[in-house]
């Protein structure tokens, strides 16, 4: 869509066989996605966010700029995971947009997510508050583990 001369961006709730190296290119420039990006793992990030609850991407001119996945029960819990916008489109709301999308029907649940050191303050202006019993066990070393 064009919108005065500027493309719109689009929030899509599914990926055609065709997007999915569309989908390792973002992951591959922001280095998120456990670094399954850059290691161009494209049938891992297929099978995570296949095998998700939800997921949402955003869109500019047939490109992915943006995007974030839910694991959940559906009546509990969910996990949010892989959140991501390009550096070019970060703090114009595309993140939110994609997290309302998200997390939309599903107010009932317990959400939880880890952030990176970057983004606390934007997850606390959507309301997320930092937990203070939270653990985390990952495959290797990391910088937002307490050792």
């Not at 995007?67 to 595309?94: F, N, P």
């Amino acid at each position: 869509m064009n919108c005065g001369g500027k493309q719109m961006i689009i929030y899509k709730t599914e990926i055609t066989e065709q997007d999915w190296e569309n989908l390792v290119d973002l992951y591959d420039e922001t280095d998120m996605c456990i670094g399954l990006g850059r290691k161009r793992e494209t049938e891992k990030i297929r099978s995570a966010f296949q095998n998700s609850y939800r997921y949402v991407t955003a869109w500019e001119f047939g490109k992915i700029i943006g995007a974030a996945r839910m694991i959940s029960d559906g009546e509990c819990y969910g996990w949010v995971h892989d959140v991501t916008v390009l550096e070019a489109y970060r703090k114009q709301g595309v993140g939110q947009a994609i997290m309302e999308k998200l997390l939309e029907g599903n107010e009932g649940l317990l959400i939880g997510l880890t952030s990176s050191f970057e983004a606390v303050d934007f997850y606390t202006k959507l309301g997320f508050n930092k937990h203070k019993t939270a653990m985390a066990k990952y495959p290797g070393r990391s910088d937002y583990l307490y050792y």
